[in-house]
């Protein structure tokens, strides 16, 4: 489903010199699977997110999702591919001036769909995600947890085989947390929607993830399996990492 | 012959002369109207192209910004008088007189394009760049991402800075109306100043005062309506 071979990804330092955000990692996520990305601040992870849909164009190395090379498409093609890869972000980054369902709307506009389709589109993802009663507020008007709902029934709405969640529930209070997982959990199981998941916590890896990597200063130090919540943990890190949870 | 003027006096002056005021009125909206416009449809797209063309944005293009920031900084760095008087002749090719309010237009527009470029490019930068790059990632194009992300997430600052515009080229206009632009600025100086009628200069500067707080007044609303931020 994603293969990400050799990626290699360095930034320049306002400084001067170099940083390597990711260092030459290859990763396998399968199709229909919560795939987890865990580490620290700086190891990488949202760099690696954000290469799978080129927002970062990897120095070397072959981005692969649903069997397309990415970094081979044209300008347009991308656009394209993109509308099939949905994103979710920590800010949630909804357009303020435009009502809920204005906002989950945009990415069927500007992939051409009709009015019609739009709006049927429109309530079957707001029910998806529970807020049918909010449609026509502004995100201003919305609790966290209700705005982060948005940004996945936006990044639901285009039918994507995949969804990209960048720290999606680090701006948010535990309970809301839990609550945006089990959405997350929900379309994975009823849709077959393949999801990648960046966090910093243990505990969101154990609740819907299958399989996670964890990383360490650009790579990947250890592929950890999920079952029945409980990650079996071989490095120092991990470890670390399970304890904090 | 005694020198104070009654109100009375003053008053059935200043209605002698109500012809000539509506006909200054129309003059200064005729100077406005053209600036302005020229300004959104010049200066608009001028100021996006600086906002797109900075480091980490869309269109990232150190060239380009630099010409276009050097050029709009230029342009704003002349004395609007001195503008006008440079510009003459090329008020002259296009619109084949330097009198009436069509050919004050021209400076009018001249100066008002960078002015409103630097407004729109400080209005843009207000968007958070999250809002953009998810634009970006659920695969919007340029010119979506310019019309339905930025212009639609702008618009409250955008009518802000139309705003300031249209109040600072108001009192641009009658420096222009001087220079034979016609205008309410001009009316003022001809009878309050040459002619010695007073009144008719305090009548004139009520106006603008009206004007200006009305501009304001609807300007404000209409952004508080647009802004759902």
């Given at each position: 489903m994603i293969h990400l071979k050799n990626v290699h990804k360095r930034f320049r330092r306002p400084e001067g010199g170099w940083f390597d955000a990711v260092r030459d990692t290859t990763l396998h996520i399968k199709a229909g699977e919560i795939f987890g990305l865990i580490g620290f601040s700086g190891a990488g992870k949202s760099t690696l997110l954000r290469l799978i849909n080129l927002l970062e164009r990897p120095d070397h190395g072959s981005v692969n999702v649903d069997g397309r090379d990415?970094?081979?498409?044209?300008a347009a093609e991308l656009r394209r591919a993109r509308q099939n890869i949905g994103m979710v972000f920590q800010q949630f980054n909804l357009m303020a001036n435009r009502t809920v369902a204005a906002n989950i709307a945009f990415p069927l506009e500007i992939a051409g769909w009709s009015r019609a389709d739009i709006d049927q589109r429109v309530a079957e993802c707001l029910d998806i995600v529970g807020l049918a009663d909010r449609a026509g507020h502004y995100p201003a008007q919305l609790s966290g947890g209700q705005k982060q709902r948005v940004g996945i029934a936006r990044a639901l709405a285009p039918r994507p085989h995949v969804i990209l969640a960048d720290e999606p529930t680090s701006a948010l209070d535990p309970k809301t947390t839990q609550s945006i997982l089990d959405c997350l959990q929900d379309i994975n199981a009823r849709f077959g929607v393949t999801v990648v998941i960046v966090t910093h916590e243990m505990h969101v890896i154990r609740s819907i993830c299958h399989r996670a990597a964890l990383l360490d200063a650009g790579e990947v130090v250890e592929l950890l399996d999920v079952t029945d919540k409980q990650v079996a943990a071989r490095s120092a890190l991990a470890k670390s990492l399970l304890e904090a949870a | 012959m005694d020198e104070q003027l009654t109100l009375a006096q003053a008053l059935t002056n200043l209605s002698d002369l109500a012809p000539e005021i509506w006909q200054a009125s129309v003059e200064t909206g005729l100077m406005l109207a053209i600036g302005l416009s020229v300004a959104i449809v010049v200066g608009g797209p001028l100021g996006i192209l600086l906002y797109l063309t900075q480091p980490g944005q869309l269109f990232a293009n150190r060239a380009v910004n630099g010409v276009v920031g050097w050029f709009v900084n230029l342009v704003r760095s002349f004395p609007f008088i001195i503008l006008m008087v440079s510009l003459v002749p090329l008020t002259r090719l296009l619109?084949?007189?330097?009198?009436?309010p069509v050919a004050a237009a021209v400076p009018l527009s001249f100066a008002a394009i960078p002015y409103f470029a630097r407004l729109v490019e400080q209005t843009l930068r207000e968007i958070p760049r999250g809002v953009i790059e998810a634009a970006e990632a659920m695969g919007a194009s340029p010119a979506q991402i310019i019309w339905k992300v930025l212009l639609g997430e702008a618009r409250a600052g955008l009518i802000s800075s139309l705003t300031i515009l249209t109040i600072s080229f108001l009192s641009y206009s009658a420096v222009a109306g001087v220079v034979g632009g016609g205008g309410i600025g001009d009316l003022a100086i001809r009878y309050g100043y040459y002619r010695f009628q007073t009144e008719v200069m305090v009548a004139m500067v009520l106006l603008l005062v009206v004007i200006v707080q009305i501009i304001q007044f609807a300007g404000n609303r209409l952004a508080a309506r647009l802004d759902k931020r």
């Open positions: 990415l970094t081979g498409l044209s | 619109v084949g007189s330097t009198i009436g």
